[in-house]
């Protein structure tokens, strides 16, 4: 094996250069966002005015990095209800609050308990909103109530773990867990803390501009108690604790690289070697991920940058900083990052052990370590020709060679990686949206969530929106409430169904709206395409994308079944021998577009496979499928077909086949060309 100073080199090498900057979007960013639109949707089962507030937290949040290796092992949503407030104990009550925040509204004072970062929270004020200037007034409560644990309902699917509420109002399997976070907010930055925005820096990091966002920010409580307190009746039903999330977030991502990636490695150290728990919490307890980001956030102020980036060394840093932390662990103190005596640390824990582990580890070591345990392990992520590489690295040089095979691959797989989380965007959207019922409040989340993960988004959501409102109109009738939806999707363009809105009940036709809707969406869908083709279309991906697929589907819906064969030939000329192409989905709020055929061959795969309606490849047909389906079906309804032009589809479909066996997902696919094929052979016959 190559020598210490050379795996050490190696490791730094290869790390930088495969911890790239997040792409957008990802799958976890895209999960995350839904999450944040389940919360959303829901309310407390007491109080139906009542709001949820969420807000993404957690690794999702902190890292603008991507590591090669998983570095987010769940998606963290914190919420809270827009009646509920805390403000330090002896300061009057808000006259004006943020717009989130309800006509009425319970406020909390936050009181110490005996445990440095845990407090109670006893109701004293209520705020009523005054209707004239919008200003709040208060009257003060005689008995203060303490806020006990949360526990109320939010609906089907939920449960509480710790301080967590898993909340999910959808059967799709997720790709990450979810722990979603009840909180009380506060405006203020907590007096807990005071000291932390005005303490001498010696190296200007955070800066005074991150320092004043981050107090402006306030702070949460979250509703858990001390480990010590927990078997007591009062305190373990009425001890919060000070979350400082929100500012970690700002922190954290105002790092450079460099203190991300070590962030990353440690935590990847610590958990793989078993030396932590996989919570992120504060806990004297137990090691955690929380002293990890502790430890980090201290190096970064007590660290000029010259020391993280200057003759760089990735091993050598984390081992200078794991025997900072053994020193804590030994001392048992480990100091909060913003309260100054509060330790995450005490002698409940045994931290010898740990403690001598980390105090042994020397560079060599950690570079041999990371070469193992994870190089190697990214290896595995690679393609056969690669991974051949690590069987023999007896030499530098093959060291070199394997790592740099590794980091090339890496570098040229972005773009797939990106293609893949917009397409499971699209699967994740629609079946969200269709078991939620979308409503106003949603919409603005989902709207606000998804152009923060990528911005084509907007289109894709704002078409699925509008079928979503078509398909509850011919259900139900028009309300006022879909009128809402309509105006926050169309905003400026709702004119062009001013026609419709003077109309009454009585008066409207339903059928008609449907149809402007219906095609308002297409016209989204196919913005969405075109953006799609903008970015996918060329090297090195190589996506054939037609952007006319969703415009032929509504001409044939339509009955224009001259345009609708003219799209469909020249789609499939440019997709028959496509490598890759996008899917159309034909479940829920799409099949409305479709025609009786396919959608009765979906709902019986669905009855089959109930599974299918959450997978994107069980509930979709290609491009290429749909096209060869929609210009046999407008060949046959035009009532002029020839033996040569059904014979040249049922050619299309052969290839088409060939090429479809090879993926045994996706069944409807497989199907829907059985049907075609079926359809032309009676067609046929019939000539």
């Known amino acids: 094996m190559a020598g210490e100073c050379n795996v050490s080199e190696i490791v730094t090498s290869f790390i930088r250069y495969t911890c790239r900057l997040r792409p957008r979007p990802t799958k976890r960013d895209v999960q995350a966002a839904t999450s944040c639109a389940c919360v959303t949707a829901g309310h407390p089962y007491n109080d139906e005015e009542a709001e949820y507030i969420p807000l993404i937290t957690g690794s999702i949040a902190e890292f603008y990095i991507e590591p090669f290796l998983p570095h987010v092992g769940d998606i963290d949503v914190m919420f809270y209800i827009n009646t509920q407030l805390a403000i330090p104990r002896g300061h009057l009550p808000p006259t004006q609050l943020p717009a989130e925040f309800h006509n009425y509204v319970y406020v909390h004072e936050i009181t110490d308990s005996h445990l440095p970062g845990y407090v109670y929270l006893p109701l004293s004020y209520l705020l009523t909103r005054c209707v004239d200037d919008g200003k709040y007034e208060y009257v003060k409560y005689e008995q203060n109530f303490l806020l006990g644990r949360y526990s109320k309902d939010m609906g089907r699917n939920t449960f509480i773990h710790g301080p967590a509420v898993f909340h999910d109002n959808s059967d799709r399997p997720p790709i990450l867990s979810i722990d979603a976070v009840y909180c009380i907010r506060c405006l203020s930055w907590p007096p807990q803390a005071a000291d932390w925005p005005t303490r001498h820096r010696n190296y200007g990091w955070p800066d005074s501009a991150t320092l004043d966002r981050i107090v402006s920010d306030g702070c949460d409580l979250v509703n858990v108690a001390h480990r010590q307190c927990r078997q007591d009746e009062l305190m373990g039903k009425h001890q919060w604790r000070l979350s400082f999330s929100r500012a970690e977030i700002t922190l954290i991502n105002s790092w450079m690289p460099v203190q991300q990636i070590v962030y990353h ?121 690669i991974l051949r590489l690590f069987y023999d690295v007896r030499t530098t040089l093959k060291l070199q060679k394997a790592v740099s095979e590794i980091i090339c691959w890496r570098l040229n797989t972005i773009v797939d990686d990106t293609w893949w989380a917009v397409e499971y965007a699209e699967y994740s959207i629609v079946p969200y949206i269709s078991v939620q019922s979308l409503t106003t409040r949603a919409f603005v989340c989902w709207m606000n969530e998804l152009t923060k993960v990528d911005e084509r988004f907007s289109a894709y959501f704002s078409a699925v929106a509008l079928l979503h409102v078509a398909r509850r109109i011919l259900r139900n009738g028009f309300s006022g409430e879909l009128m809402d939806i309509l105006s926050l999707i169309l905003g400026p363009d709702l004119s062009q169904f001013c026609s419709f809105l003077s109309l009454t009940k009585t008066e409207l036709n339903t059928s008609e709206l449907v149809n402007v809707i219906q095609k308002t969406a297409v016209e989204h869908l196919t913005t969405y395409r075109q953006r799609e083709a903008r970015d996918f279309g060329s090297a090195p991906l190589l996506v054939t994308i037609v952007t006319t697929d969703f415009e032929a589907l509504y001409a044939y819906k339509r009955g224009d079944y001259q345009r609708c064969l003219q799209l469909s030939i020249q789609n499939v000329h440019l997709l028959l021998y496509a490598d890759r192409m996008p899917l159309v989905l034909t479940c829920l709020e799409f099949s409305q577009l479709l025609d009786d055929d396919i959608v009765s061959l979906t709902a019986l795969l669905m009855v089959v496979d109930p599974k299918s309606r959450y997978e994107g490849f069980g509930s979709s047909i290609t491009q290429l499928t749909l096209s060869l389906y929609l210009m046999t079906q407008c060949q046959l309804k035009l009532h002029h077909p020839t033996v040569t032009s059904l014979t040249q589809i049922l050619d299309c479909i052969k290839v088409a086949q060939r090429r479809h066996s090879l993926r045994p997902k996706h069944t409807l696919e497989q199907l829907t060309l059985k049907l075609i094929e079926r359809k032309l052979e009676i067609g046929l016959q019939r000539l």
């Open 265 to 385: 490695m440690l935590r990847y150290f610590i958990k793989t070697e078993r030396l932590t728990d996989c919570a992120d919490n504060s806990e004297a307890g137990t090691m955690s991920n929380y002293h990890v980001k502790t430890l980090m956030l201290w190096a970064c102020e007590l660290h000029p940058r010259s020391w993280w980036t200057v003759d760089l060394n990735l091993a050598r840093i984390c081992v200078e900083l794991l025997n900072t932390l053994s020193a804590w662990l030994t001392d048992t103190r480990c100091p909060h990052y913003f309260v100054n005596n509060w330790k995450l640390v005490d002698n409940s824990l045994d931290v010898e052990s740990v403690a001598c582990k980390l105090i042994s580890i020397h560079e060599e070591y950690l570079s041999t370590w990371l070469m193992k345990n994870y190089i190697r392990q990214c290896a595995q992520f690679c393609p056969d020709h």
